[in-house]
C-alpha cells in the first residue's frame, strides 16, 4: 500500500475568482463543433471554430496575460495555422476551410472517455495512459525537441487498442515559445496527469500515474513536472481548466504525483529513466 505525501496544494478560494473566470471559457465553452466527413472516399475530421466562441476567448486571453501565464487560446488564423504545422510534424495534412479544419480521420477512443467508461478493463485503461504519454513525448521530441501541445489534456488524444498507438489532436491552445521547452513538455505532463485525476476511478489513480511515467520515460521532464506540481497551481487558469470540476481529485492527484516522485528518487528501477 502506498502511503500518500502529507503536502496539499493551497485551497482554491475567492482570491482565485479571476483564475476561475479565465478558466471558465476554456472548461466549459465548446469552441469548436466536430463532425466527420467523407472526401474521395476517405473519412475526414472536420473541426469548425464556432463564432460564438470568439469573444470569450479573447477575455480569457487578456486575463492570462494579466497573470502572466504562458498559455494563450489561437484564435481562428493562429489556430488553423497551427494545425496545418503539426499535422506536418506527424506525418500527416490538414486541409484549411474558412472557420473548419479537415484532417484524415484516425481510428481510436478518447482517452478521457475510455477512462470515464465503467466496462472498459483496468489493464485497457492502464495501456491507453501508458500509449498517450508515449505518443505524447514523440510529439515533443519534433522540431529538434520544441515542440509542446499546450492543452494535453485525456480528451484531446485517441487511443487505439489494436494497435496500441495514441494520437494528439485539438491544437487550440499553444505554450509561449519564450518558455524553455522542458518547461513547456513538462506542463503538458501536467495536464495529461491531472486531467485523467478529475475521471479516472480514486483507486485506479495511482496506477494510471505510474503508466504516465513509464509511458514517457525522461527524467529530465519529469523533474520540472515534480517542480511544477510544488508550486500554487490554484491561481492557473490553465490548471484549473484541464482539471475542471473536482478540486478533491485534484488535490489527490497532487498528493500522488509527489509520492510518486519519491518513489522514483528512492528506488534504482524507477518507471523514469
Known amino acids: 500500500m502506498t502511503t500518500l505525501s502529507s503536502s496539499r496544494p493551497r485551497r482554491f478560494d475567492g482570491r482565485h475568482a479571476l483564475a476561475t473566470l479565465a478558466a471558465w471559457p476554456m472548461a466549459v465553452t465548446r469552441?469548436?463543433?466536430?463532425?466527420?466527413?467523407?472526401?474521395?472516399?476517405i473519412r475526414h475530421?472536420?473541426?469548425?471554430?464556432?463564432?460564438?466562441?470568439?469573444?470569450p476567448m479573447r477575455i480569457?486571453?487578456?486575463?492570462?496575460r494579466r497573470r502572466s501565464v504562458p498559455v494563450q487560446m489561437l484564435e481562428l488564423e493562429a489556430w488553423a495555422s497551427r494545425e496545418a504545422e503539426m499535422a506536418q510534424l506527424s506525418g500527416g495534412s490538414a486541409r484549411v476551410c474558412g472557420r473548419a479544419i479537415e484532417r484524415p480521420w484516425s481510428r481510436g477512443t478518447t482517452l478521457g472517455l475510455m477512462l470515464q467508461q465503467p466496462s472498459s478493463v483496468?489493464?485497457?485503461?492502464?495501456?491507453?495512459?501508458?500509449?498517450?504519454?508515449r505518443a505524447l513525448r514523440r510529439l515533443h521530441t519534433g522540431d529538434r525537441g520544441r515542440t509542446s501541445h499546450g492543452d494535453a489534456t485525456v480528451w484531446n488524444v485517441a487511443y487505439d487498442e489494436a494497435t496500441d498507438r495514441a494520437s494528439w489532436f485539438d491544437f487550440d491552445l499553444a505554450h509561449d515559445d519564450?518558455?524553455?521547452?522542458?518547461?513547456?513538455?513538462?506542463?503538458?505532463?501536467r495536464a495529461?496527469?491531472?486531467?485523467?485525476?478529475?475521471?479516472?476511478?480514486?483507486?485506479?489513480?495511482?496506477?494510471?500515474?505510474?503508466?504516465?511515467?513509464?509511458?514517457?520515460?525522461?527524467r529530465m521532464t519529469w523533474d520540472e513536472l515534480a517542480r511544477l506540481n510544488r508550486e500554487d497551481l490554484s491561481g492557473d487558469p490553465v490548471h484549473l481548466a484541464q482539471s475542471w470540476g473536482c478540486r478533491r481529485r485534484r488535490e489527490r492527484c497532487h498528493d500522488m504525483v509527489a509520492t510518486l516522485d519519491t518513489l522514483i528518487l528512492v528506488h534504482s528501477g524507477s518507471p523514469v529513466r
Open 192 to 218: 495529461l496527469a491531472y486531467s485523467a485525476a478529475v475521471v479516472v476511478d480514486d483507486a485506479h489513480l495511482f496506477e494510471v500515474l505510474q503508466c504516465v511515467a513509464e509511458g514517457y520515460g525522461d
Open 45 to 55: 475530421v472536420r473541426v469548425v471554430r464556432h463564432r460564438t466562441a470568439d469573444a
Open 31 to 41: 469552441v469548436n463543433h466536430i463532425d466527420l466527413v467523407e472526401r474521395d472516399g
Open 178 to 189: 519564450s518558455s524553455p521547452p522542458v518547461a513547456r513538455q513538462a506542463d503538458d505532463l
Open 60 to 64: 480569457a486571453n487578456a486575463i492570462m
Open 122 to 133: 483496468l489493464a485497457s485503461k492502464l495501456a491507453a495512459c501508458e500509449a498517450a504519454s
